[in-house]
């Protein structure tokens, strides 16, 4: 080990004894320290004036009670989290998740991630990140309405076009952000449209938004292909989720010739092999009916069918996508899409694969493209919103999807350069890690001990 890989285990030790219990947002900072060991070596005035430590440590975490009333007139309680990670860059800048599995240290491994996602789209955006532990399945709109008024009613005093800028995220989706808009317009009687991204087209919303992060990932692996000399055309994808990001993923595979064969929701998955999976059909069963894709399943009939347990991942692929949840791609999965062939994974949601698949897959020679340069689309479009808002202008769709492809063109390229730079040709994990930490970490510089 060497003095300056030591110096970053020290500090991983010291966050984890910081920060006890909350192992999504170790799990986080190892894998961004595991780069950093040749960062220091080659710059180790980044060790000198503290970034490393700063950078762990949120500028602000704001908790909070969220007191509702559901349709029975039974008083429910719920906890807000919002997590200023960042703003050396811009205003803090990062979605919002209700789901029951949210607490801190989701909250700051989503935050933490954000930084350096944010930093590599080159947009003036800082890194934070939000939610609750409020659970929407099953809720009626007056309940999901009441539950949005109460948590903006606190969050709507630490947030601002030129503060912190939430968006959606799991299970917040442009339902969810009309309502918290609606509460911030009504407590602040400002129509400040750049507070808050993911907006309705007709409300302030950027073109493209929705479909953001899906097509980017797509346009992610794209780049990854052309690189070597392939494309999309012809290629089996099994894409995880069914929500926001894989909707909009499965729709540019189709879109760019592939064929996506399988797609899941927590309850499972469904394969369907034929033509691929129906859009329409899916799209329909998901945001019309707000159904499952066992649904799915049922109503397309055979050949299609729903597999309620056991993994998506053992789905024969030559392009994996998960755009599900975190580490819902383990070792296992990952021996299984090496024993089928599979060549490229590509993550579509925030950290989806555990670091022992990361390791699996990278050392079978699979190209492995983590969440925060190939999911960074949504935070992209989410900033080109913030632009539109701020000139009181809106783009054409096919404006602003060009910007997207170039957007994802050019973090493709700052990882590939520099992975190249450090020593490690097509490794896509250091060539975020450390082109995010470089440039936020400049910033951090330039800006004095803050
Ligand atoms: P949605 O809530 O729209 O969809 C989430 C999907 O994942 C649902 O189909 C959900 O199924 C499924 N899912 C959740 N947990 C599990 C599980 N344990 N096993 C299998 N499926 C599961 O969220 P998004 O699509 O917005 O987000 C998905 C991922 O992408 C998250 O990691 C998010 O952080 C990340 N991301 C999202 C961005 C965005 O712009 N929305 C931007 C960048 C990253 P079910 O309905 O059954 O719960």
Same mark, same amino acid.
């Given at each position: 080990m060497s003095f300056f890989d030591e110096k970053v285990q020290d500090l991983y030790d010291e966050v984890v004894a910081r920060n006890p219990g909350e192992v999504e947002f170790h799990q986080a900072v190892r894998e961004v320290f595991d780069s950093l060991g040749a960062v220091l070596v080659k710059h180790p005035h980044y060790a000198d004036a503290g970034i490393i430590e700063r950078l762990c440590e949120p500028e602000r975490q704001i908790i909070f009670r969220v007191p509702w009333v559901d349709d029975t007139g039974a008083v429910r309680i719920n906890r807000g989290f919002r997590v200023e990670f960042n703003s050396a860059l811009g205003p803090y800048k990062g979605g919002l998740r209700f789901h029951p599995s949210v607490y801190l240290g989701v909250i700051k491994f989503l935050g933490f991630e954000q930084i350096f996602k944010n930093a590599l789209t080159g947009l003036p955006i800082g890194g934070g990140k939000g939610g609750s532990?409020? %659970?929407?399945? *099953?809720?009626s709109d007056g309940e999901i309405m009441r539950f949005c008024q109460s948590f903006m009613t606190e969050l709507y005093r630490h947030?601002?076009?030129?503060t912190d800028v939430p968006a959606g995220d799991i299970g917040v989706g442009g339902r969810e952000i009309g309502y918290l808009f609606g509460q911030y317009k009504r407590i602040t009687?400002?129509?400040?449209?750049?507070?808050?991204?993911?907006?309705g087209l007709s409300w302030g919303g950027s073109q493209v938004r929705t479909e953001a992060t899906g097509y980017g990932v797509v346009f992610f692996v794209r780049e990854m292909l052309n690189a070597r000399?392939?494309?999309?055309?012809?290629k089996r994808v099994v894409v995880s989720g069914s929500g926001n990001v894989a909707l909009y993923a499965i729709e540019k595979v189709h879109q760019l010739g592939g064929r996506v064969v399988a797609c899941s929701d927590s309850g499972g998955y469904v394969v369907? %092999?034929?033509? *691929?999976?129906n859009l329409e059909l899916l799209k329909e069963i998901k945001?019309?009916?707000?159904?499952r894709v066992s649904d799915y399943a049922e109503k397309r009939g055979a050949p299609a069918y729903f597999v309620s347990?056991?993994?998506?991942?053992d789905v024969p692929t030559d392009i994996a996508i998960p755009?599900?949840?975190?580490?819902?791609?383990?070792s296992d999965d990952a021996a299984s899409l090496i024993a089928n062939g599979c060549t490229i994974v590509a993550e579509?949601?925030?950290?989806?694969?555990t670091p022992e698949a990361i390791k699996a897959l990278s050392s079978s020679g699979v190209l492995f493209a983590p969440g925060k340069a190939a999911n960074a689309g949504g935070v992209a479009t989410s900033a080109l919103e913030m632009q539109q808002n701020a000139s009181r202008d809106s783009w054409s769709f096919e404006h602003t999807e060009l910007r997207l492809a170039q957007i994802m063109r050019g973090i493709h390229e700052n990882c590939l350069s520099t992975a190249d730079e450090y020593g490690a040709p097509g490794d896509y994990v250091l060539g975020a890690n450390i082109a995010g930490f470089t440039h936020v970490a400049d910033a951090m510089l330039a800006l004095g001990v803050i």
């Open positions: 532990d409020f %659970d929407p399945k *099953g809720r947030i601002g076009e030129h009687n400002r129509y400040e449209s750049g507070v808050l991204t993911g907006k000399g392939q494309d999309l055309d012809g369907d %092999d034929d033509d *691929g999976i945001g019309v009916h707000r159904g347990s056991g993994s998506i991942w755009c599900a949840t975190q580490n819902e791609l383990d579509g949601a925030n950290m989806p694969s």
